[in-house]
């Protein structure tokens, strides 16, 4: 068998290693990825399928618990050109029609709100949670005394955990009940104006 002479082994190595390392990134690009986004509807739907697309792929995340940490920047950021979106539309909408298109934007107002709630909660969870120092004990504190001021910090901390999430748990449901009300709301007006015979629509006679 002919030997490759060490320069053409050199060249092929080079041509073979960067389509290696293509394909090793694109097998890995799962790991630290962002979490799925919720693009802003397009644009001819009715408003009230606009808002509930939207809103059922936000709210799991913006519900999450806690512990899973502050939102991506990228979340409030679909959130307002969404809402810009709706703004747009409502401005190019017939006067008749400007209730739904409010009631929509009644929607966008209400996750921004509980948005900057689940931003505060973090902040305090994580405050909460911050490691403290534990204060100099005298020197004559037994170590069984503080063993125990250990065991009786780390369960006080366990307590908050607990009902900071618990309490975290149930707002979220209240949030969610208010989040489908206010997107029923825009349904009901939807069907309000649809009802409404032609002559008493303005413009029409």
Do not use: C
Request: hydrophobic share 40%.
């Amino acid at each position: 068998m002919k030997a490759i002479p060490i320069i053409t082994l050199f060249a092929m190595l080079a041509l073979t290693l960067p389509s290696l390392a293509a394909k090793k990134h694109k097998g890995g690009a799962g790991q630290g990825a962002a979490p799925p986004s919720a693009a802003p509807p397009a644009a001819g739907q009715l408003p009230s399928e606009q808002v509930s697309t939207f809103a059922g792929a936000l709210l799991d995340s913006i519900l999450a618990p806690l512990g899973k940490g502050s939102l991506p920047v990228q979340t409030r950021t679909q959130l307002t050109q969404f809402d810009q979106q709706l703004r747009s539309e409502a401005s190019k909408a017939p006067a008749e029609k400007q209730v739904i298109h409010q009631r929509a934007l009644a929607v966008t107002g209400a996750l921004a709100t509980i948005m900057d709630e689940r931003e505060k909660q973090v902040i305090a969870f994580r405050n909460s949670h911050t490691k403290r120092p534990m204060a100099a004990l005298a020197p004559k504190v037994t170590e069984n005394e503080r063993k125990r001021a250990r065991t009786e910090a780390s369960s006080e901390k366990n307590f908050f955990t607990a009902s900071e999430e618990q309490h975290w748990t149930q707002v979220s449901a209240t949030y969610r009940q208010q989040i489908q009300s206010l997107i029923e709301q825009v349904r009901i007006a939807e069907r309000q104006i649809s009802a409404q015979p032609a002559s008493l629509v303005p413009g029409n006679k």
